[in-house]
């Protein structure tokens, strides 16, 4: 375990970077620092959840985890995916063969809708790709602190792509969710009748927090592309893994294509090995001590999720290694820091991860594996794997380990 302490002479902003698993932890739990990594993809996440501080963070986390429950992630879960699975899976498991990616895109993007509350019909395959590319362009804009690409350039294609969302998709959905809003104020229909998701919720309390339309739009914006992009990754990840440890561990690969559990178990060690982000910035407020050293107000927190998740003074000495077998340290997450922690921690934590050691409560009536573990078993078991003639390749324009192209084949 590293801390190091240096200037980023590029922006003349000093920076502490923290590696080891405590220190990296404590550092995500301090109130007295805000989340700094998203500034540059404000175009998308200026005044999200993810990005908010202080008070009106606390406010919009509380109001949205009303919708944020485990009986509703059971419905998600176990009935909404069920149907998308089919929808998605049916036409590449005809054709014998896919692009993970794709897959992983599409089925996520389809949950995350409903989830963010834009109406979609995951069997309409010409709306399933126009929201495809709208997705996919909204996570280019999120994370262009990684990109490659000249960042003026991306800026205006998600703008454009924004605009064009807000007069297809949220309108509609807004003027929909309003009208049912206006029949429940005046006993027309109950409370079952309106929509389950974050729209709604925004809709229903948007003079009290005071969120103008332009929020209103990232907040949507936000949940499509977080939803869709980190869960569409830990798919591919997910499988990418599992087909390498079975390639040594045949038994193992022949349990995961039938044991849900056992899958569940392989996301976590994936998850823990590569996060959706791989590193979190964070910016002090004050004055503060870090790791045991002196920190000035305005320093950047480089906090490396990836090498606290690989701590061999937490994880032991196979801290580097996927093992869907290891023993989970006392005290830790069997996905590492990778969904983060404290007030900022992922707020779909368990809808992507399910529950763990089959931990049941809240209102559930089934098992949450999460919606990670249950899309990577449907694939093994529509005989997904590897493509032999087309193998996977990394996405140039970012440097995240992201994927631009898995090829699969599918069927006995």
């Keep these: 375990m590293s801390n190091q302490q240096g200037t980023n002479h590029a922006q003349g902003v000093p920076v502490v970077e923290l590696t080891g698993w405590r220190e990296v932890n404590d550092a995500l739990r301090r109130k007295d620092v805000r989340q700094a990594l998203y500034d540059e993809g404000a175009v998308v996440m200026g005044d999200c959840l993810l990005t908010l501080h202080g008070d009106p963070h606390r406010d919009r986390r509380r109001l949205e985890n009303r919708l944020f429950r485990r009986e509703v992630f059971d419905v998600w879960e176990n009935q909404l995916l069920a149907r998308t699975l089919d929808d998605t899976l049916t036409p590449f498991v005809r054709a014998g063969r896919a692009d993970l990616i794709v897959i992983g895109y599409r089925l996520a993007m389809s949950l995350t809708a409903h989830v963010a509350g834009i109406d979609h019909d995951s069997a309409d395959p010409d709306a399933t790709e126009r929201l495809y590319a709208v997705v996919k362009k909204f996570s280019e804009g999120a994370t262009l602190v990684h990109s490659t690409r000249d960042k003026d350039e991306v800026r205006a294609e998600v703008l454009s792509v924004m605009d064009d969302f807000d007069r297809d998709l949220l309108q509609p959905a807004i003027?929909?969710?309003?009208?049912?809003?206006?029949?429940?104020?005046?006993?027309?229909?109950?409370?079952?009748?309106?929509?389950?998701?974050?729209?709604?919720?925004?809709?229903?309390?948007?003079?009290?927090?005071?969120?103008?339309?332009?929020?209103?739009?990232?907040?949507?914006?936000?949940?499509?592309?977080?939803?869709?992009?980190?869960?569409?990754?830990?798919?591919?990840?997910?499988?990418?893994?599992?087909?390498?440890?079975?390639?040594?561990?045949?038994?193992?690969?022949?349990?995961?294509?039938?044991?849900?559990?056992?899958?569940?178990?392989?996301?976590?060690?994936?998850?823990?090995?590569?996060?959706?982000?791989?590193?979190?910035?964070?910016?002090?407020?004050?004055?503060?001590?870090?790791?045991?050293?002196?920190?000035?107000?305005?320093?950047?927190?480089?906090?490396?999720?990836?090498?606290?998740?690989?701590?061999?003074?937490?994880?032991?000495?196979?801290?580097?290694?996927?093992?869907?077998?290891?023993?989970?340290?006392?005290?830790?997450?069997?996905?590492?820091?990778?969904?983060?922690?404290?007030?900022?921690a992922c707020?779909?934590?368990?809808?992507?991860?399910?529950?763990?050691?089959?931990?049941?409560?809240?209102?559930?009536?089934?098992?949450?594996?999460?919606?990670?573990?249950?899309?990577?078993?449907?694939?093994?078991?529509?005989?997904?794997?590897?493509?032999?003639?087309?193998?996977?390749?990394?996405?140039?324009?970012?440097?995240?380990?992201?994927?631009?192209?898995?090829?699969?084949?599918?069927?006995?």
Aim: charged share 25%; glycine share 10%; with cysteine.
């Design 347 to 412: 707020i779909g934590q368990e809808l992507d991860g399910g529950l763990v050691d089959g931990e049941m409560s809240g209102g559930t009536t089934q098992q949450l594996y999460g919606t990670v573990a249950v899309m990577a078993h449907a694939v093994l078991r529509a005989g997904g794997r590897p493509d032999p003639a087309a193998p996977p390749v990394l996405d140039p324009a970012s440097v995240r380990k992201h994927f631009s192209s898995y090829p699969i084949v599918l069927g006995a």
């Design 175 to 344: 003027a929909r969710r309003r009208a049912l809003i206006d029949d429940l104020a005046a006993g027309r229909c109950s409370e079952a009748d309106l929509p389950h998701d974050v729209l709604t919720t925004l809709l229903r309390n948007q003079d009290r927090l005071d969120l103008p339309a332009d929020v209103v739009r990232r907040e949507i914006a936000f949940y499509l592309q977080a939803g869709a992009h980190s869960t569409a990754n830990a798919l591919t990840h997910t499988l990418d893994k599992v087909w390498a440890w079975g390639a040594d561990h045949p038994d193992d690969l022949e349990r995961a294509r039938n044991d849900k559990g056992f899958v569940q178990r392989c996301m976590h060690e994936s998850l823990r090995l590569d996060p959706a982000s791989p590193v979190a910035w964070r910016e002090a407020l004050t004055d503060m001590e870090v790791a045991g050293r002196e920190v000035r107000a305005g320093t950047r927190l480089v906090l490396d999720l990836k090498a606290a998740n690989r701590d061999v003074s937490v994880w032991g000495p196979t801290g580097n290694d996927f093992d869907p077998n290891r023993t989970i340290p006392d005290g830790a997450s069997p996905w590492g820091l990778s969904f983060g922690a404290g007030a900022h």
